[in-house]
């Protein structure tokens, strides 16, 4: 057997450096890097080794380095992914958070935390985590309940069974999500003799699992029973490539669709069978189809809570859940009809076994009527003083979009605007990280969009609060010259929590700055900020101005933030859905105690 002698590290980047996709691409498209103590010598000595054939990027933080790599993978449909690596202690739990992000979101991004020392010699190391009751704790232990796959590098062959493992893991249609390797830092640096085998170049194809008969004859059974059913279009549509496939299946059989965040786009807004946005944030047209519904069938959705109204919205006492998921945990949620298999192939087989079979076409009238409303609220304010609102930002960012256009956002207030609202034209034109929805991610993200698809114009939707959490990858942006848009609605604190803290009877309390105990809002200068980090800032006063800066920044060739303040209180008149959020059983204040008369009440259409 020949063999090649390297330390662990250089023999991961070699492996990492031959795993391919099926178009031919690297599955691992480079890795991101902070480095320290835990990683420098070992790690860092191995990238530098390969730096003119895979990429090392520097971010700024180590979370916002990870956003940056999920979005990547989200933006190309889980196709290839990238590697993050920090040191041990800070470093490494800094990214606690954004693997969280990534398993929560089915997305898959390889984590190489350094750890502590594997013989440990020099314990306890700078930074070390020390459990007085387990000798092999470490700070990397967190990442456990938050990736799908974990393990400890703690001798160079170990590399042999668990990169193998992380790519399966990286590459199942159903298991994908976050694997971290945590690598202790001397065996980063330890020589073995590895197989050249172990190097050759390997190609991970997508599989696409086929269904099992009888739940595929089940299926059917239950679409030919029914007289209203409605596809509820989730993220694994995006992710199965099945686009194309969903239109055809709709056109052919006449079933409304109704997308939540993450299956947004997946059929083009204007499209006659897409009845809008579901649920809490949804349209009134798709909403009003999900109430009448004998047949909810979910196409790659998990079913979170604000797809079904905290399971309220879904309200035909004869109505069946139909589960077509490739992962069976999902399929099998709240008694559902399972169907277990590839999305793609899960729709082509039905449609076969359906034949011409065509239901009675949903009412045209209620999409009609929820876009005559989504667009009054999204028109260019008439003449006035007051401050724009954040449905008005959204309209003036929409006629600034081209096909181009990818938007995007995660937290706070637009997620929800921007779904009931936004009109996407074509696959993967809407980018929203709301599984996790992690303030801080929508910086990162845009980057990790612009890194995917450079050709696409990215603008990113963000509120002044998660600004402050997470922005230094504005920095990176323009060193790396990966141009992006970005929009910071200003509305002076958390306003979508404190309408939130309002609708439940509370006082706004420690939201808004201007209900904290702050003696005055801190005067936050966002476009002096972005400036000082190089990006092209301006701050507008009106609709009007906004849209011609838009218009100048799709013209110019850096990263451009543009600043407006906006009113934090008013949100959309029609659409929405009841969210099940508890109010107090007892409370001093009689609007809680109104509230939790009304939260008692809508309650009770939970099933």
Same mark, same amino acid.
């Given at each position: ?216 004859? @089940?299926?059917?059974?239950?679409? #030919? %029973?029914?007289?209203? $059913? /409605?596809? =509820?279009? +989730?993220?694994?549509?995006?992710? *199965? ?24 786009? @997946?059929?083009?807004?204007?499209? #006659? %069978?897409?009845?809008? $946005? /579901?649920? =809490?944030? +949804?349209?009134?047209?798709?909403? *009003? ?36 998921? /490739? ?8 008694? *559902? ?271």
């Amino acid at each position: 057997m020949k063999t090649v002698r390297l330390t662990a590290a250089q023999a991961m980047m070699r492996y990492l450096m031959n795993q391919f996709n099926e178009e031919g691409e690297p599955f691992i498209a480079g890795m991101w890097a902070i480095f320290g103590h835990g990683n420098v010598a070992g790690i860092g000595e191995a990238l530098y080794g390969v730096r003119d054939e895979f990429q090392t990027f520097r971010g700024q933080n180590e979370q916002s380095m990870a956003h940056a790599a999920i979005a990547y993978t989200k933006q190309l449909g889980r196709k290839r992914a990238m590697a993050v690596t920090s040191s041990i202690g800070p470093g490494a739990a800094n990214m606690i958070t954004a693997a969280a992000l990534a398993h929560v979101n089915r997305l898959p991004v390889l984590l190489v935390p350094g750890d502590v020392f594997a013989d440990r010699g020099p314990d306890p190391v700078l930074q070390q985590l020390e459990d007085f009751n387990d000798g092999a704790m470490t700070v990397n232990d967190c990442f456990r309940p938050v990736s799908r796959y974990f393990d400890r590098i703690m001798r160079p062959e170990h590399l042999l069974t668990a990169l193998p493992r992380a790519l399966r893991t990286l590459t199942d249609p159903a298991d994908c999500g976050p694997v971290t390797l945590a690598f202790c830092q001397d065996v980063q640096a330890e020589a073995y003799d590895y197989p050249e085998s172990f190097f050759a170049r390997k190609i991970w194809h997508r599989r696409q699992p086929r269904p099992d008969e009888r739940e595929l004859a @089940a299926a059917v059974e239950a679409l #030919k %029973a029914a007289r209203h $059913p /409605v596809i =509820v279009a +989730g993220g694994g549509v995006h992710f *199965a490539g099945a686009c194309d496939t969903l239109k055809a299946f709709v056109e052919k059989h006449d079933i409304p669709v109704v997308e939540t965040q993450a299956g947004k786009s @997946a059929l083009a807004w204007d499209h #006659k %069978a897409n009845f809008g $946005p /579901v649920g =809490v944030t +949804g349209a009134s047209s798709a909403n *009003a189809v999900c109430e009448n519904a004998d047949l909810v069938i979910g196409v790659g959705t998990r079913f979170q809570d604000f797809t079904t109204g905290s399971w309220s919205l879904f309200r035909n006492p004869e109505r069946r859940i139909l589960a077509l998921n /490739v992962q069976a945990y999902d399929s099998a949620k709240h008694e *559902a009809i399972p169907l277990v298999c590839d999305a793609k192939v899960g729709l082509e087989l039905i449609s076969a076994a359906l034949g011409d079979f065509r239901f009675a076409a949903a009412d045209a009238s209620l999409k009609a009527g929820w876009f005559e409303k989504a667009d009054a609220v999204t028109a260019p304010p008439g003449d006035g003083n007051s401050l724009p609102t954040d449905m008005q930002v959204i309209g003036a960012v929409q006629r600034a979009s081209r096909d181009n256009t990818v938007v995007m956002c995660a937290a706070g207030t637009m997620p929800g605007e921007l779904h009931q609202l936004w009109k996407a034209k074509l696959p993967l034109s809407y980018h929203m990280e709301y599984g996790f929805s992690c303030m801080g991610y929508e910086i990162a993200g845009g980057l990790g969009i612009k890194m995917a698809e450079p050709h696409r114009d990215v603008i990113v939707m963000v509120g002044d609060g998660s600004y402050m959490m997470m922005n230094s990858e504005l920095a990176t942006s323009v060193a790396m010259g990966l141009k992006i848009t970005v929009v910071i609605t200003d509305n002076r604190g958390y306003g979508c929590i404190n309408r939130l803290q309002m609708a439940t009877g509370g006082a706004e309390f420690n939201n808004l700055y201007a209900h904290t105990n702050l003696d005055s809002p801190p005067p936050i200068d966002f476009a002096a900020h972005a400036a000082s980090m190089g990006a092209n800032a301006v701050k507008v006063g009106s609709i009007a101005e906004l849209e011609k800066a838009l218009e100048a920044a799709r013209e110019a060739t850096a990263t451009t933030v543009v600043v407006i303040d906006t009113d934090p209180y008013p949100v959309p008149d029609a659409g929405g859905h009841w969210w099940d959020v508890p109010v107090p059983e007892v409370s001093a204040r009689a609007q809680v105690n109104e509230a939790r008369t009304r939260y008692e009440a809508a309650r009770k259409e939970r099933r």
